[in-house]
């Protein structure tokens, strides 16, 4: 059971937008910044968004990150068939002083 | 171009100790500005995280696993290891490194390409 909860799957056509939603508490999302990463099939995690919003250098602006509360976001517009992979959340915990990843969301491109 | 690599044996035995290190490149793994981490993913499931090595000298373990697990640097090799003591067939999976921001709450941007462990007599 991961501290943060993810939705195991999302999906949608291309050309449409998607969001994946992670919650978790106050002492990992409301009080710190939440990163996601992208994992293609067969390979290593990339990081795609971190500080809850910022894109690293080479990120397209298809992608964004927005948090709320105990809660945060991922929005992808302008899908893409390459976008299929698996999406994860992660942050750090104050009270068990841990990182924490979410338990994944796969997305598929219809 | 900042890359890591992780080496180490592919089959452990149960009870034994995993030892796997994290090579360097294209940067100094003694910077101020990073922390560095160990994160695991069995076959079919999710990340884990394991530990970081934070860039003031500290390590922050993973609770299930702090009894078992140790995190280093070798400024020297610009090496990050891990080693996990009294594994058993859950320990089994794919293991990176990575690198994190001076914050612990930073993300890892820059990842290893992971390598298969698998525990099995």
């Known amino acids: 059971q991961s501290v943060l909860t993810q939705p195991p799957s999302v999906s949608a056509a291309p050309g449409q937008k998607v969001t994946i939603s992670c919650s978790g508490s106050s002492s990992n999302i409301e009080n710190n910044y939440v990163s996601w990463y992208q994992q293609l099939p067969g390979t290593a995690p990339k990081l795609l968004i971190y500080d809850n919003s910022k894109r690293p250098s080479g990120i397209p602006d298809r992608f964004s990150g927005s948090k709320s509360g105990t809660s945060a976001t991922l929005g992808i517009t302008g899908l893409q068939t390459g976008d299929e992979a698996d999406y994860y959340c992660g942050t750090w915990d104050s009270s068990l002083s841990a990182g924490v990843f979410g338990g994944g969301t796969k997305l598929t491109v219809l | 171009q900042l890359q890591l690599q992780e080496s180490g044996p592919g089959l452990v035995k149960p009870s034994e100790t995993l030892s796997l290190t994290c090579t360097v490149s294209g940067g100094s793994i003694s910077s101020s500005s990073y922390s560095w981490g160990w994160i695991r993913q069995p076959p079919g499931k999710g990340l884990e995280w394991i530990g970081t090595?934070?860039?003031?000298?500290?390590?922050y373990y993973n609770p299930s696993l702090k009894s078992r697990v140790t995190i280093s640097v070798d400024t020297s090799k610009n090496q990050l290891s891990l080693k996990l003591s009294s594994v058993t067939a859950a320990d089994t999976a794919v293991y990176y490194c990575?690198?994190?921001?001076?914050?612990?709450?930073?993300?890892?941007?820059?990842w290893g390409q992971g390598t298969m462990v698998t525990v099995s007599s």
């Open positions: 990575a690198r994190q921001g001076e914050l612990l709450e930073d993300g890892f941007d820059t």
């Open positions: 090595f934070y860039y003031r000298g500290s390590t």
